[in-house]
Nanobody
Framework: QVQLVESGGGLVQPGGSLRLSCAVS????????IGWFRQAPEKERERVSC????????YYDASVGGRFTISRDNAKNTVYLQMNSLKPEDTAVYYC????????????????????WGKGTLVTVSS
């Protein structure tokens, strides 16, 4: 059974930092990609960043580029999202998600490509 467990959310002041963690278990293949998505109240879930487990290829949405950094620790099967210079508009539930690599070696950092979702962790940026 595939499980994705997020942690690290909380309340932070504007300009502050948080690091989210996503622990992955139960996926039997060595190659996959992990994405971070977020959903603010009354808004659609949107893509934030993704990373491929094997070669570390990353993707960032333009809204977080330069402020957020995604990384992985393959020994711990954990993916991190370091969030700096946080803004009130970053307030959302952050979800960790797994997408498979297809037989051609391609993968997609998009909601429609996700195979498994975590339950989310709330990030609130407020003074």
């Amino acid at each position: 059974q595939v499980q994705l467990v997020e942690s690290g959310g909380g309340l932070v002041q504007p300009g502050g930092s948080l690091r989210l963690s996503c622990a992955v278990s139960g996926f039997t293949l060595d190659d996959y990609a992990i994405g971070w998505f977020r959903q603010a109240p009354e808004k659609e879930r949107e893509r934030v960043s993704c990373i491929r487990r094997t070669d570390g290829t990353t993707y960032y949405d333009a809204s977080v580029g330069g402020r957020f950094t995604i990384s992985r620790d393959n020994a711990k099967n954990t993916v991190y999202l370091q969030m700096n210079s946080l803004k009130p508009e970053d307030t959302a539930v952050y979800y960790c998600a797994l997408t498979r690599i297809n037989r051609f070696g391609n993968w997609y950092c998009s909601r429609s490509a996700i195979n498994y979702w975590g339950k989310g962790t709330l990030v609130t940026v407020s003074s």
